[in-house]
C-alpha cells in the first residue's frame, strides 16, 4: 500500500479535493510528471509560466500570486532564522 503523502500546497490540496490524478493534472498542464511532483512535494516552485497554466488549469483556485507569497514567505522564514542565529 502506498504511503500518503503530506499536502505541501494549496495546488495538493486542490488536486486531492477536486480527486484529480497528479499523472492526469501534469499532462493537461504540459508539464512532466516528475516536474508536478517535485512542486507538489514542495522541492522547487513553478516558473511563471507554469503558474499560470496552473491557475487556468484549477479555475482560479491557484492563483499565480500564491506561489509569491509561498517563496516570499519561506524567505522571510530564512531570514528571521539568520538574525536569530547572529544574536
Known sequence: MPTKRKIQNLLGEYLQTEHVMVSYFAEKIDMPY?????????????????S??????????????YWFNVVLKKKNKEVEKEKKEEE
Do not use: C, W
Open 34 to 50: 516528475n516536474s508536478l511532483r517535485r512542486i507538489l512535494d514542495g522541492e522547487v516552485y513553478p516558473t511563471f509560466a507554469q
Open 52 to 65: 499560470i497554466k496552473i491557475e487556468k488549469a484549477t479555475h482560479g483556485m491557484v492563483r499565480k500570486e
